[in-house]
Each structure stands twice: as structure tokens, then as C-alpha cells.
């Protein structure tokens, strides 16, 4: 289906035609969709984005509901990646949209051509996978940006686009800031907070995990917030490229 140009002229009122053409042409792989990656999908998609990679191996979840634009009711129990999908397409049916149920780990890294995109998204958990990504996309010379922690956190204002040399109080960007330097890669493109995070309220049975362990309290404006950001700077950059 041909992109529409009505749908996207108060884009172009910012970025030009060349802007939404380069936008149109993009290849961009957002690795997670949870509640930060699902916004950056969502900006993508909107902001004319052609081809979106969706990595992430989750099923939309109930404890879900109450930040990830992807979860409702009636997607409980799909792939997030497919039910991102469908968003996507429903907002630009031009859209190329490629799923992929699996978690970014080194043991799965062979299975992405980082070559092909034009820019990547880590929203991702897990340590391992975000080093793992990081590599990857400085190996290739793939634009990166990176979220870091936004659980434990209520002040969405809290958010900084920086340097990972530059970071400050998130527990996050200071395990990936030494890890990485261990690996020679001293910068990296990350949002990040300055919210000191917050110890979790207990409304059960003590976990038996400890608490480096535990679940992360969330909400509806925090990692919404973030992915929006992370959205942000990948547009501009796209549409300067």
C-alpha cells in the first residue's frame, strides 16, 4: 500500500519532504518491547518510519496493563512483537514490519544483520543482551542509543539524553559504563535518570529473591516518557542523516 502524504504532512511541516522521505526509507530495530520499546515503536511508526524490526520474545501479560501501549485486554496472551505489529500496520499500512520471538543474547546475536539497519534501539533488560547489542552495532558502525533504568522511578522529568561517560546515579549506566570499558567502548548514546531509584512498597509475602533481585515497581508515565525520548533523538537523527 502506498504511504499517504496527507498522513504525514504535519511531519513534513517540521522535516521537509526529504525529511519523510528519509524517514520512509529507514530500517530501524528496536530490541524489547515492553513499556519503554513499545513507545518507541508507537513514535516510529507515527513519524513515517518504513521498516521496523521487532525483537522480543515476551507474551503481553496482565502485570503489563499498566504501562505498555501494546497491552490490553484483548492482546493478552500474544507475542508483544505481533501485537506491535498489528499497531504498527493499523497506523501506516505501508509499513514493513519484521517480528522476531526471541531474546537478544550473545547466543542469539548471529541471528541479527546489523549491517541492515540504520539504527538500533536497546530496550532491553538484561545486562548480558545490552553489552552484547552494544558490540554488535559498534562493530558494524550502526547508530545505538541505549535506555537505562525505569523501574523505581516516579518523576518522569527525571530523564537525560547523555553520554554514558557522563551518567549519574543510575545503578544501571554505572554496570554498563564499567563493563563496556572493560571492552574498550567508552561511549555510548543513552537516556537515562537522574531519580535515585526507590525501594519497592512490599504488598505480599516477602519475595524469597533479594532485593537486587526483585520485580521493579512500574508505572503508566515513567518508561512511556523514556521511549518517547529514546523516538526523538533516532527521528532527528534519521532526518539529518
Not at 55 to 76: E, F, G, P, W, Y
Amino acid at each position: 500500500m502506498k504511504q499517504s502524504m496527507e498522513q504525514f504532512s504535519r511531519t513534513a511541516l517540521l522535516v521537509g519532504t526529504e525529511g519523510v522521505d528519509k524517514l520512509k526509507n529507514a530500517r530501524v530495530a528496536v530490541f524489547g518491547i515492553g513499556g519503554v520499546g513499545g513507545y518507541v515503536v508507537e513514535a516510529l511508526a507515527r513519524s513515517g518510519v518504513g521498516t521496523l524490526d521487532l525483537i522480543d520474545n515476551d507474551k503481553v501479560c496482565l502485570s503489563n496493563l499498566n504501562r505498555q501501549i501494546i497491552a490490553t485486554h484483548s492482546t493478552l496472551g500474544e507475542y508483544k512483537v505481533e501485537a506491535a505489529k498489528k499497531r504498527v500496520l493499523d497506523i501506516n499500512p505501508a509499513a514493513v514490519v519484521n517480528t522476531y520471538k526471541t531474546f537478544f543474547l550473545p547466543e542469539t546475536a548471529q541471528e541479527f544483520n546489523f549491517f541492515a539497519y540504520d539504527y538500533v534501539v536497546d530496550a532491553i533488560d538484561t545486562v548480558t543482551g545490552k553489552i552484547q547489542l552494544v558490540m554488535e552495532a559498534k562493530r558494524t558502525d550502526t547508530p545505538i542509543i541505549s535506555s537505562m533504568g525505569a523501574g523505581n522511578k516516579m518523576d518522569p522529568s527525571a530523564f537525560r539524553v547523555a553520554d554514558l561517560s557522563q551518567t549519574k546515579v543510575c545503578p544501571l549506566a554505572k554496570v554498563m559504563r564499567r563493563e563496556l570499558k572493560k571492552r574498550g567502548v567508552e561511549h555510548l548514546k543513552v537516556v537515562y535518570s537522574e531519580e535515585a531509584p526507590m525501594m519497592p512498597c512490599e504488598i505480599a509475602e516477602p519475595p524469597s529473591e533479594p532485593a537486587s533481585k526483585r520485580i521493579p515497581g512500574s508505572n503508566a508515565f515513567v518508561p512511556p516518557v523514556a521511549g518517547l525520548i529514546i523516538a526523538g533523538e533516532v527521528v532527528r537523527e534519521l532526518v539529518r542523516a
